[in-house]
């Protein structure tokens, strides 16, 4: 449930993005035609519609949490999956979640007209095999059935509400292969809205081939019961003092202590060289500070490792900024102007409990496991290049 990203947006004309990894290849974001329609209504995972003639299936991913609404739709290619569209918008959802237990229906109403828009794009891809997700907003909201009840009956869409586990596997899964091949494990967090992931990844005993796969890696895993809109609901985001910054990061370590097999990542980190991993707003934005960018750029982002030193330095300068500088940084912008503070906290809290030389960024999540998931499962990677058959021919026209 990552707090804010900029790369969901359909990509520009002539984009291509290269995701390095042993085991996921090339991942083209040029753009692609659309064609057809189909009826209006969505279930989480439902299946592509079959033609005579053999085409190569349409697959979506939508993840609603409690800040974003984003959807990415691809279509495989030979070894990875090209994007043909995409949308984020910063729906708030979660909203007072924290302090009523309840989405209110201001929060309600800008989603589901978010909702719609997805749905319009779903609508231009024929026989398209969806993957529809809402995370912690959705778990924990007492009123969320009500929710996607009418998210369903205005937006034609039916939300399957994931476990934590699920959410930190499917985090995993689309950032895997920005491990490097040698590292004998990784720690993987994601700073959400509501919710924050963490993954220890151990890979002492063999890597898997696949990426699909990566997670059955995974040691442990806990998802903190933070994220950066919770934190600033109980903290506040807007004038945050060094006092109030400590005070949030000494609230999220209290949170840290209950990970599973927390002192035995400590003895590995003392011994290995653990690569660390995160994927967030909260880290995208400091990477795009740090680089000192005009407007955010998602290629020089993903895949960028940041030296502990660095990071501190970052975070200074972040922290020196008043509330209205940081609505005129590109890389922050109005709407995350008061969360990037708290997940900086979050980031710090971690930090903290395990001190690493560097971190690599990750600008991608769940969206991206949950089409890599649903393409390995598909065994779309095993069939051969597209157009051939079986025999290595082209298929007839």
Known sequence: MTDYDRSAEAPPAGTRHR?????RPPVDTAPASHGGKRPARWT???????????????????????????????????????????FSRIVRLGEGLSQTGRLSEAAMERTVEALKLCAGKLR????????????????????SASFLARVKREAGLHFEVVDRK??????????ADLIELDAPGAILFDIGGGSSELAWLDFRGGRPRN????SASIRSWHSLPVGVVSIAEKFGGVDVTPEIFE?????????????????????????????????????????GLYLGLDRYERSK?????????????TMRVLMGMSYERRMGNPCIGRERADLVIPGCAIFEAIRR??????????????????????????????????????????DAK
């Open 19 to 23: 995701v390095r990894g042993p085991s």
């Open 44 to 86: 989480s995972a439902s299946k592509p519609e079959l033609s005579r003639k053999r085409r190569v299936a349409t697959y979506a991913a939508l993840d609603l949490g409690t800040n974003n609404c984003r959807l990415l739709i691809a279509r495989p290619t030979e070894n990875g999956f090209r994007v043909l569209d995409g």
């Open 124 to 143: 231009q891809h024929e026989g398209i095999k969806a993957r529809i997700i809402a995370t912690e907003a959705c778990r924990s909201a007492d009123n």
């Open 166 to 175: 699920t959410e930190a596997e499917l985090a995993v899964t689309g950032c």
């Open 211 to 214: 990426q699909g796969k990566t």
């Open 247 to 287: 005070a949030m990061v000494a609230h999220v370590t209290n949170e840290l202590r209950h990970f599973r097999g927390r002192e035995k990542l400590r003895e590995m980190l003392a011994t290995h060289p653990v690569h660390f991993l995160g994927t967030s707003g909260t880290v995208t934005t400091l990477a």
């Open 301 to 313: 982002v993903d895949g960028l490792w940041m030296r502990a030193e660095d990071i501190d330095a």
């Open 353 to 394: 409990e395990w001190p690493c030389s560097r971190i690599r960024v990750a600008d991608r999540g769940l969206r991206e496991g949950i089409l890599i998931s649903m393409m390995a499962a598909d065994r779309v990677w095993m069939r051969g290049r597209p157009g051939r058959n079986r025999r290595g021919g082209r």
